[in-house]
């Protein structure tokens, strides 16, 4: 079975400053996917990023990256100039191939953004 | 991206009833469709698996007469608590994945569901 592991439950960041959150995961699987998902307060369910395990180029969209780091089984999200809007919570999830492969969620960090 | 719409958003009901809750995919059609549970601060836990034409697939710990989900068509999945309890609260989230794509899961708005 698989298990994904955040091991930060709070985070705080300024405003335009940079923040990373931590996740790492077990499998004995060797390919398969990473994501980061945002719940926001109205708690809507949003897909933030996406990895690949056999692509070895860390996922980027805009203002978030990853590092990834499969042989460490770490997948931890950078946010960059941080805003306002991006105080969620943050859900690292390990999916494997198959399309009815379901998500298994770490138990999430909240991340609050300040002025 | 995708959407897909979840019905009701909230709901309160009386001990010992009955609530349904309905999951559609709007623009795609989704051979399985995912319910979880999520507790006030707390993360997603996979309640079962919903497969179109055919019977769930529950995770350890769920009851299945407790909890009945029919996936009647390619775009409708639900999710009925029978005989609801105080304990039965919870905010209830769908997700749906499109068959002809094999990663990403789009999910409901959730329901807030509130047993008195």
């Known amino acids: 079975a698989q298990t994904v592991t955040q091991s930060q439950p709070e985070m705080s960041v300024q405003e335009a400053e940079t923040v990373t959150l931590s996740c790492t995961y077990d499998?004995?699987?060797?390919?398969?996917?990473l994501f980061w998902y945002k719940q926001p307060p109205s708690r809507q369910m949003i897909l933030v990023i996406r990895?690949?395990?056999?692509?070895?180029q860390n996922a980027t969209e805009n203002r978030f990256s990853v590092n990834f780091q499969k042989a460490a089984k770490s997948f931890s999200l950078k946010i960059s100039d941080s805003q306002l809007g991006d105080t969620a919570m943050y859900f690292c999830?390990?999916?494997?191939?198959?399309?009815?492969?379901?998500?298994?969620f770490g138990t999430g960090t909240r991340l609050q953004v300040t002025l | 991206g995708a959407v897909v719409s979840q019905h009701p958003s909230w709901v309160i009901c009386k001990s010992g009833t009955s609530v349904k809750i309905e999951c559609r995919s709007l623009?795609?059609?989704?051979?399985?469709m995912f319910w979880y549970r999520q507790f006030p601060k707390q993360s997603l836990m996979l309640m079962a698996t919903?497969?179109?034409?055919?019977?769930?697939?529950?995770e350890q710990g769920v009851e299945k007469d407790k909890f009945l989900i029919n996936h009647a068509s390619l775009t409708l999945s639900t999710l009925t608590v029978t005989s609801a309890h105080p304990e039965d609260s919870s905010f209830y989230i769908c997700?749906?994945?499109?068959?002809?794509?094999?990663?990403?899961?789009?999910f409901g708005q959730g329901t807030r569901l509130t047993v008195v």
């Open positions: 499998t004995s699987e060797s390919n398969y996917y």
């Open positions: 623009d795609f059609q989704a051979t399985t």
């Open positions: 990895q690949e395990a056999y692509k070895q």
């Open positions: 919903s497969n179109e034409g055919s019977k769930a697939t529950y």
């Open positions: 997700s749906a994945r499109d068959q002809g794509a094999n990663t990403e899961a789009f």
């Open positions: 999830a390990f999916m494997k191939t198959g399309t009815a492969s379901k998500l298994t």
